[in-house]
């Protein structure tokens, strides 16, 4: 994190290079070329992901390109702080100060007053809990990508899909983030149905792998915390999709359902 910005060690030549790799996808897709554009200077958004949306879930990053595509905004990357996450949140205050002061440098940069967090739970909690405590008041506006497009739903082309959905709630968005009505009204805009899983919102079980232990070593652990979480998916009847809106949660949930 201290070398990259990123828990990944994710270079800016690798950056450029998945950037662009997207982009050709969604020009094949599409036909449009639309841009990730990295560390672009005069930039009106700062757009923060995941690490994890340049190499495991890119759906989830050429689905904000897409997004600010449509809306025609002036967006940028920064290499700087490829990182939603803040993992001083979960070990150390000067490594959660020091990680969240690149955000407050990046914006300065690239003269972005809009700063997007991507889809990180405990990125998101320490970004909004903490960033003006932990380096003074900011010069910009904080949104979640989920609040961004909710703000500007009624501008985007949606059709409703034939699709039945249930939503899983992240702790970190609905206990600490103010994440919680914004992803419904999202979904209710272009599925058929929503199913809601019970409990849910600020009740929502855990994914099981939060609080810095997702990793292998600690498999046996997350099962067995993340059990309830799969027995609630599975009450909650047949479905077509699984909406999972966190990085953390993505990599879990797959492997508890399994399991």
Known sequence: MIKTGNNMGIPKAAVLDSAEFMQDEMREETGVDIKIPVDKPNSDILYIPSSADFFVNVDTMIGAAKLFHILGVNW????S???AGNFGLLFNFNTMQEHNLRIKKA???FG????IQGECGHGW???RMYTNGLNSPVPFRLLHIHEYCDENLAKLPVKKLPLKVALHDPCNYTRAGGII???RRILRACIAELVELSPNREDTFCCGGGSGILMDEMF???????????EQIKAAGAFDYLVI??????AQLPAVVKH
């Open 107 to 109: 914006a300065e940069q």
């Open 112 to 115: 972005a007053k809009l700063v």
């Open 220 to 230: 046996d652990i997350r099962m067995k915390l993340g059990r309830k979480k799969a």
């Open 125 to 127: 909690r320490a970004a």
């Open 81 to 83: 702080v490829l990182e």
């Open 76 to 79: 940028t990357i920064p290499s």
């Open 245 to 250: 809106p966190c990085s953390i949660c993505k």
């Open 181 to 183: 009505e914004q992803p």
